[in-house]
T-cell receptor, first 115, second 111 residues
Framework: GAVVSQHPSRVICKSGTSVKIECRSLDFQATTMFWYRQFPKQSLMLMATSNEGSKATYEQGVEKDKFLINHASLTLSTLTVTSAHPEDSSFYIC???????????FGPGTRLTVL | DAKTTQPPSMDCAEGRAANLPCNHSTISGNEYVYWYRQIHSQGPQYIIHGLKNNETNEMASLIITEDRKSSTLILPHATLRDTAVYYCIVRGVRNDYKLSFGAGTTVTVRA
């Protein structure tokens, strides 16, 4: 149990286009999900907190108009990278909170490459 | 949340126990110690967490010192598949569930 999926696993896009990444909790409901970004040989950096039914909370330095987050249901959060640039190329990872077990479960990540 | 300090890397032999240390000297009474690991190009995997008492599950054991200023994650019989970056994270019991990842320890299990 407690599986989190992400789609797509890899995406390559042209500079200036928008890319949507989905994060789903497959066998549990998650009021809270998180989005992280990880550059090569670095640790995970929290980008934002996604709360079902309310606006996302962004960490300092993360542009909310560039990284649009929608958490429309208890099992789905989406991250849209708008007007992507090569410097947005990174590994994007989501997680979902299983509150009953006080644990956070991570998705497998999405590798974004912007040409 | 309190900061943690981990060695940047360690090697261990396949089949032997791997003991991963973590210092969290500024931990407060209501903060938990969490361990996650990340195998290359994958999302982090939850391993174990604890507050005061030692904990054990099918993956590992967590030993927390009495003063709670440090802890050790024990992988009882390391395999090559345990090669990963291991993160020790201290988290408070606030409702935001946020985790702050440091650099972690890169563990390499050698045959």
């Amino acid at each position: 149990g407690a599986v989190v999926s992400q789609h797509p696993s890899r995406v390559i896009c042209k500079s200036g286009t928008s890319v949507k990444i989905e994060c789903r909790s497959l066998d549990f409901q998650a009021t809270t999900m998180f989005w992280y970004r990880q550059f090569p040989k670095q640790s995970l950096m929290l980008m934002a907190t996604s709360n079902e039914g309310s606006k996302a909370t962004y960490e300092q330095g993360v542009e909310k108009d560039k990284f649009l987050i929608n958490h429309a249901s208890l099992t789905l959060s989406t991250l849209t990278v708008t007007s992507a640039h090569p410097e947005d190329s990174s590994f994007y990872i989501c997680s979902a909170v299983l509150a009953s077990r006080n644990e956070q479960f991570f998705g497998p990540g999405t590798r974004l490459t912007v040409l | 949340d309190a900061k943690t300090t981990q060695p940047p890397s360690m090697d261990c032999a396949e089949g032997r126990a791997a003991n991963l240390p973590c210092n969290h000297s500024t931990i407060s009474g209501n903060e938990y110690v969490y361990w996650y690991r990340q195998i290359h190009s994958q999302g982090p995997q939850y391993i174990i967490h604890g507050l005061k008492n030692n904990e054990t599950n099918e993956m590992a054991s967590l030993i927390i010192t009495e003063d709670r200023k440090s802890s050790t994650l024990i992988l009882p019989h390391a395999t090559l598949r345990d090669t990963a970056v291991y993160y020790c994270i201290v988290r408070g019991v606030r409702n935001d569930y946020k985790l702050s990842f440091g650099a972690g320890t890169t563990v390499t299990v050698r045959a």
